[in-house]
Nanobody, 127 residues
Framework: QVTVVEFGGGSVQAGGSLRLSCVAS????????MGWYRQSPGKQRELVAT???????NYADFATGRFTISRGVAKNTVSLQMDSLKPEDTAYYYC?????????????????????WGQGTQVIVSS
């Protein structure tokens, strides 16, 4: 019900910056928390940062002070500004959108929560 698409990413030298953006789209749904996660080869996917629809932010320790997550006015977009990038930040970055389908749009008359992931965008930081 919700499609998530990421933009941005690319290659940058250590110390540089990149900005990732994400759009979640779906009719008849309420998008709540959105966030960014990353996965490096051979490692599990890990949280980078999330932000609620009300603007409450949550950062991984490695992201604190270097990354900034923000929500668009339309509430279905989220961006991640990454500064002071390090080679260890190299990974695929994934956007996730948590949502609720209101009961008016479900077959069983109750709200239905769900989440959707984007396809990921690659970030490469060279030393």
């Amino acid at each position: 019900q919700v499609t998530v698409v990421e933009f941005g990413g690319g290659s940058v030298q250590a110390g540089g910056s990149l900005r990732l953006s994400c759009v979640a789209s779906g009719s008849g749904v309420n998008i709540n928390r959105m966030g960014w996660y990353r996965q490096s080869p051979g490692k599990q996917r890990e949280l980078v940062a999330t932000i609620s629809s009300g603007g409450s932010r949550n950062y991984a320790d490695f992201a604190t002070g270097r990354f900034t997550i923000s929500r668009g006015v339309a509430k279905n977009t989220v961006s991640l500004q990454m500064d002071s990038l390090k080679p260890e930040d190299t990974a695929y970055y994934y956007c996730k959108a948590d949502y609720v389908i209101p009961s008016d749009y479900t077959d069983f008359g109750a709200d239905a929560p769900g989440s959707s992931w984007g396809q990921g965008t690659q970030v490469i930081v060279s030393s």
